[in-house]
Nanobody, 126 residues
Framework: QVQLVESGGGLVQAGDSLRLSCAAS????????MGWFRQAPGKEREFVATISRSGGNTYYTDSVRGRFTISRDNAKNTVYLQMISLKPEDTAVYYCAADSTNPYGDSFSRDGYMYWGQGTQVTVSS
């Protein structure tokens, strides 16, 4: 089992940057594909980005590709989401999640992730 704690959210203006962090407990962090999802008010939780166990493979939803970068530090049990050129439509609660069954990183469905953090709010004003 792994516990996830996100941090780094906040209120920023359009065009600004933020870096989200997700710290994981336990000694098996490197066994998990890690993903970031987000949920805006009144909308379903959607896939944002994912990274394979080794960090060698990354995937992004089209709306953030080129602006967001997912990375991980297995020595620190932490996954990051660097966000630049933020837009008001990026406003959402951002969640990190862990998937122990897919080693390759191409895990895009919420159903594939069994562990979730509590979320961190990102608000982008226009």
């Amino acid at each position: 089992q792994v516990q996830l704690v996100e941090s780094g959210g906040g209120l920023v203006q359009a065009g600004d940057s933020l870096r989200l962090s997700c710290a994981a407990s336990g000694r098996t962090f490197s066994r998990y594909t890690m993903g970031w999802f987000r949920q805006a008010p009144g909308k379903e939780r959607e896939f944002v980005a994912t990274i394979s166990r080794s960090g060698g493979n990354t995937y992004y939803t089209d709306s953030v590709r080129g602006r967001f970068t997912i990375s991980r530090d297995n020595a620190k049990n932490t996954v990051y989401l660097q966000m630049i050129s933020l837009k008001p439509e990026d406003t959402a609660v951002y969640y990190c999640a862990a998937d122990s069954t897919n080693p390759y990183g191409d895990s895009f469905s919420r159903d594939g992730y069994m562990y979730w953090g509590q979320g961190t709010q990102v608000t982008v004003s226009s």
